[in-house]
C-alpha cells in the first residue's frame, strides 16, 4: 500500500509545527528562568511596612 505524496506533505507540515510549537516553549521558558534570576530583590536597608513591628511602651 503506498502512501499518497498528499498525506505525506500533511505529515511533513504537522511534524514541523509540533517541533515549532516546542521550540517556543523551550524559547519562553528560558527567558522566563532568566527574567527570574535578574530580578533584583528590594533593598533590606529598610524594611517594609507591613514588616514592621509595633511595640507599646504601656
Do not use: C, G
Not at 499518497?4 to 510549537?21: K, N, R, Y
Not at 535578574?38 to 514588616?51: A, E, Q, V, Y
Request: charged letters at 30%; a positive charge; hydrophobic letters at 45%.
Amino acid at each position: 500500500m503506498a502512501v499518497s505524496s498528499t498525506v505525506t506533505s500533511i505529515f511533513v507540515v504537522l511534524v514541523l509545527l509540533v517541533l515549532a510549537i516546542a521550540a517556543f516553549a523551550y524559547y519562553v521558558n528560558t527567558k522566563l528562568a532568566e527574567r527570574d534570576a535578574l530580578k533584583k530583590k528590594r533593598p533590606t536597608s529598610k524594611p517594609r511596612k507591613k514588616d514592621r513591628e509595633y511595640w507599646s511602651l504601656d
